[in-house]
């Protein structure tokens, strides 16, 4: 079993949470997260890059002067590569470089990537913030309580608008909605901070 500290927004200590390794996979898959790195990684490239070839290139197709007896190197057209002005000679075009994964193998990758911020005690929850009106000075000064002080993803429950514009605007942060979690973000920072309702529900879906 590992203890998860629980905190309130002051930074004391209000309890501790167990979880069983066992919810989420039991052991850390290290070629599922590569893939599932790769694939977010793949899936943020825009794609569209484009050059003209000597196809799209206007101008004439006249050579443009004698093959023989000139002195000169041979050449064709003026839309030739070695031109100023001529066409790629091997154009990049606009592509989709996004890749799939089968959805039973991100659920696979997500599960290793909490199992093991759990494991090196880099998961940590805060019991009782609550605002009723966005304040990211709150939520600041909350996660520096915690001591919070580099990146961190914080995972907010469903339909939590006041934390998520509250939190949105930190420097180093990310926010998520509990059922938006992918692999990738729970890797990415120096520390993953669960608002108590987002840990609870999640928890509750891993021991279903």
């Known amino acids: 079993m590992i203890e998860v500290k629980v905190y309130n927004p002051e930074g004391a200590e209000a309890g501790r949470i167990e979880v069983d390794e066992a ?5 850390v898959r ?38 023989k007896h000139t002195g000169r190197a041979r050449m064709g057209t003026i839309r030739s590569p070695v031109r100023r002005g001529g066409g790629m000679a091997f154009a990049k075009q606009p592509r989709d470089f996004g890749l799939t994964m089968p959805r039973k193998m991100r659920r696979q990758a997500l599960d290793s990537a909490l199992l093991a ?4 005690a ?24 915690v001591g919070v002080d580099r990146s961190c993803l914080v995972v907010l429950a469903a339909g939590d608008q006041v934390l998520y514009k509250s939190a949105r605007n930190l ?14 973000d729970v ?4 520390r993953v901070v669960f608002m108590r309702p987002a840990f609870d529900a999640l928890l509750e879906s891993r021991k279903s």
């Open 23 to 27: 919810w989420f996979g039991g052991e």
């Open 30 to 67: 290290m070629e599922v997260l590569r893939l599932a790195v790769r694939r977010h990684e793949a899936n943020q490239r825009q794609g569209t890059v484009a050059t003209k070839s000597r196809s799209m290139v206007e101008g004439s197709t006249r050579k443009i002067f004698a093959q």
């Open 117 to 120: 911020r759990l494991r090196d």
């Open 122 to 145: 880099e998961v940590l929850v805060i019991d009782g913030l609550a605002l009723d009106a966005p304040k990211t000075r709150d939520v600041a000064r909350a996660l520096k309580a």
């Open 171 to 184: 420097d180093r942060t990310r926010v998520r909605q509990v059922q938006d979690l992918n692999a990738y």
């Open 187 to 190: 890797l990415w920072p120096h």
